[in-house]
């Protein structure tokens, strides 16, 4: 199942809202993750089936769709948010990841 | 605090192998689905095997399948990755890591990782 995320990169600013979408090229339910990760640092998991919050992860982070079609949301940029993001899906083996979104200062 | 702590890489020319090792701590090793992803220097994300709790489950990518073993030692807490007949291409950051719930849900802990560099 291949993964495509759009942008591949955007640049934002403080306080702006930020949209990356993950479409799939079949359909996986709602099994699917997003990640952050920031430069020489491990993923960090942020929203699993589609839509539910990782423990400790800000309310600013949403997560909707299912079936092909999903979206990342972070409804208010923080400085810390700068990092690339990362959708996988769970559906089916091989288990793969989206080949990233990276948001810049802007 | 869950720590996954990966060892073994190195450089290693292509048709090489080596045997990465995760120790792991802070949670029950044993009933954890664990996986190995790897990340190519300037690239993005790949997973690359899991393994199921008592190991009688194991599924692979396709470009790793036949030289690639994953394995584990829950008596050790201890998660391997022989890697066989590398290429130019395997080079990459290999992070074990923990699956949520069995999988279904992601993974929730990274190790830091291990640099696997193949090259004449």
């Known amino acids: 199942i291949q993964l495509t995320q759009s942008p591949s990169s955007l640049s934002a600013s403080v306080g702006d809202r930020v949209t990356i979408t993950c479409r799939a090229s079949?359909?996986?339910?709602?099994?699917l993750a997003w990640y952050q990760q920031k430069p020489g640092k491990a993923p960090k998991l942020l929203i699993y089936?589609?839509?539910t919050l990782q423990s400790g992860v800000p309310s600013r982070f949403s997560g909707s769709g299912s079936g092909t079609d999903f979206t990342l949301t972070i409804s208010s940029l923080q400085p810390e948010d700068f990092a690339t993001y990362y959708c996988?899906?769970?559906?089916?083996?091989?288990?793969?990841f989206g080949g990233g979104t990276k948001v810049e200062i802007k | 605090e869950v720590q996954l702590v990966e060892s073994g890489g190195g450089l290693v020319q292509p048709g090489g192998s080596l045997r990465l090792s995760c120790a792991a701590s802070g949670f029950t090793f044993s009933s954890s689905w664990m996986s190995w992803v790897r990340q190519a220097p300037g690239k993005g994300l790949e997973w690359v095997a899991n393994?199921?709790?008592?190991?009688?489950?194991?599924y692979y990518v396709d470009s790793v399948k036949g030289r690639f073993t994953i394995s584990r030692d829950n008596a050790k807490n201890s998660l391997y990755l022989q890697v066989n007949s590398l290429r130019v291409e395997d080079t990459a950051v290999y992070h074990c890591?923990?699956?949520?719930?069995?999988?279904?849900?992601?993974?929730?802990?990274w190790g830091q990782g291990t640099l696997v560099t193949v090259s004449s």
């Open positions: 996988q899906q769970l559906n089916r083996y091989p288990l793969t």
């Open positions: 890591a923990r699956e949520y719930s069995s999988g279904w849900y992601g993974i929730d802990y």
């Open positions: 393994i199921k709790q008592d190991g009688s489950e194991k």
């Open positions: 089936a589609a839509s």
């Open positions: 079949q359909g996986i339910s709602s099994y």
